[in-house]
T-cell receptor, first 114, second 110 residues
Framework: ETGVTQSPTHLIKTRGQQVTLRCSSQ?????VSWYQQALGQGPQFIFQ???????GRGNFPPRFSGLQFPNYSSELNVNALELDDSALYLC?????????????FGPGTRLLVL | QKEVEQNSGPLSVPEGAIASLNCTYS??????FFWYRQYSGKSPELIMF????GDKEDGRFTAQLNKASQYVSLLIRDSQPSDSATYLC??????????FGQGTRLTINP
């Protein structure tokens, strides 16, 4: 167990709806990164939050947004859901943003968009 | 060209043998390299990281890095059925993100 928690574990939404996913980082970690993993693919970087500020973003549209709170927990919000948003959403925490920082993953939230 | 490439497999290895997993990457500026194991339906679990050229050993696992060839590998000695999983290679450069390969599915046959 990494100490990173995510909620909910599973979620079913319909196209056009909005969803909020939550992540609590490991104790002592101030950095949270979010990834999307489609079936049969490797995780793809969505964005990273460091000390409540966005600190890098992958190739995802603006309808993917996030927040980090003072306790370093984080939320991922996705608006106007599309069928292709069906995936496993992974949160990873680390103790900083340097290139040697190791990211530890939570159990993920599996989202199905119908 | 994909940034990180892995053979998707499946790779089938007899129990007790050495499993060899390979990964190439395109960004010469990459500085950190990670291997994660992912069981079906679960999230990735860190196995090893390596920053410098050469070999790094941890129990039955050895990571090998060759920056000149832009190549990183993972060897699993004395493979066990519990090693059956998908292995993800991840690369981190100057940016904060990890770039993953698509993963290699490994099956250890008893």
């Amino acid at each position: 167990e990494t100490g990173v928690t995510q909620s909910p574990t599973h979620l079913i939404k319909t196209r056009g709806q909005q969803v909020t996913l939550r992540c609590s980082s490991q104790s002592g970690h101030n950095t949270v990164s979010w990834y999307q993993q489609a079936l049969g693919q490797g995780p793809q970087f969505i964005f990273q939050y460091y000390r409540e500020e966005e600190n890098g973003r992958g190739n995802f549209p603006p309808r993917f947004s996030g927040l980090q709170f003072p306790n370093y927990s984080s939320e991922l919000n996705v608006n106007a859901l599309e069928l292709d948003d069906s995936a496993l959403y992974l949160c990873a925490s680390s103790s900083g943003t340097g290139y040697q920082e190791t990211q530890y993953f939570g159990p993920g939230t599996r989202l199905l968009v119908l | 060209q994909k940034e990180v490439e892995q053979n998707s497999g499946p790779l089938s290895v007899p129990e007790g043998a050495i499993a060899s997993l390979n990964c190439t990457y395109s960004d010469r500026g990459s500085q950190s390299f990670f291997w994660y194991r992912q069981y079906s339906g679960k999230s990735p679990e860190l196995i090893m990281f390596i920053y410098s050229n050469g070999d790094k050993e941890d129990g039955r696992f050895t990571a090998q890095l060759n920056k000149a060839s832009q190549y990183v590998s993972l060897l699993i000695r004395d493979s066990q059925p519990s090693d059956s999983a998908t292995y993800l290679c991840a690369v981190q450069g100057g940016a904060q993100k990890l770039v993953f390969g698509q993963g290699t599915r490994l099956t250890i046959n008893p």
